[in-house]
């Protein structure tokens, strides 16, 4: 079985600081994905990498970065959180190209930015 | 970018009922799925349905597509209290805001 997983369920940061969202995929896949998740927004799609050192702008990738050195690992940074990216974060991996194969998920971050 | 949007945002009916949501878009499709998400957990998912096919099982659901209508349906037979969820259509990485379904025992 795929196993996404994600470095903390809950975190709470100030407004301002840096923050670090780590996941981890144990398949070997070369999609990785990070989406957020709101109340009546569904999910929504930050950033995406379909290999190592590439990266894509999803839906909303304003005020948000991505690092991808290894190809299990891909890491979502807040550069300067803001209480609007109070969300629930999501990260997803897939063995084929995004949005036609299907996405393993993690359990989700829930952040909150005080 | 394409939209899925599920219809209705909710759903509550009892154990033994079959519970129908459906699951619209506005472009053309490679082929479209559906997920489950369990209260404040990562998303699991359910069945992939290509665009070149019209109906697929997978035990206890039934998954329909109808390009020309742009819209699915996913139908779950005989409900159980575990199905209780939040149940999402994607296409092309655009998640739906999805449907919330409750049942009851």
């Known amino acids: 079985d795929v196993k996404v997983t994600q470095s903390s369920r809950y975190l709470v940061k100030r407004t301002g600081e840096k923050v670090f969202l780590e996941c981890v995929q144990d398949?070997?896949?070369?999609?990785m994905f990070w989406y957020r998740q709101d109340p009546g927004l569904g999910l929504r799609l930050i950033y995406f990498s379909y290999d190592v050192k590439m990266k894509e702008k999803g839906d909303i990738p304003e005020g948000y970065s991505v690092s991808r050195e290894k190809k299990e690992r891909f890491s979502l940074i807040l550069e300067s959180a803001s209480t609007n990216q109070t969300s629930m974060y999501l990260c997803a991996s897939s063995l084929l190209a995004g949005g036609t194969d299907t996405q393993y998920f993690g359990p989700g971050t829930r952040l909150t930015v005080l | 970018s394409q939209q899925g949007e599920e219809d209705p945002q909710a759903l509550s009916i009892q154990e033994g009922e079959n519970a129908t949501m459906n699951c619209s878009y506005k472009t053309s499709i490679n082929n479209l799925q559906w997920y489950r998400q369990n209260s404040g957990r990562g998303l699991v998912h359910l069945i992939l349905i290509r665009s070149n096919e019209r109906e697929k099982h997978s035990g206890r659901l039934r998954v329909t597509l109808d390009t020309s209508k742009k819209s699915s349906s996913l139908l779950i037979t005989a409900s159980r209290a575990a199905d209780t969820a939040s149940y999402f259509c994607?296409?092309?990485?655009?998640f739906g805001k999805g449907t919330m379904l409750l049942v009851s025992p």
């Open positions: 398949m070997d896949h070369e999609n």
């Open positions: 994607e296409t092309g990485l655009t």
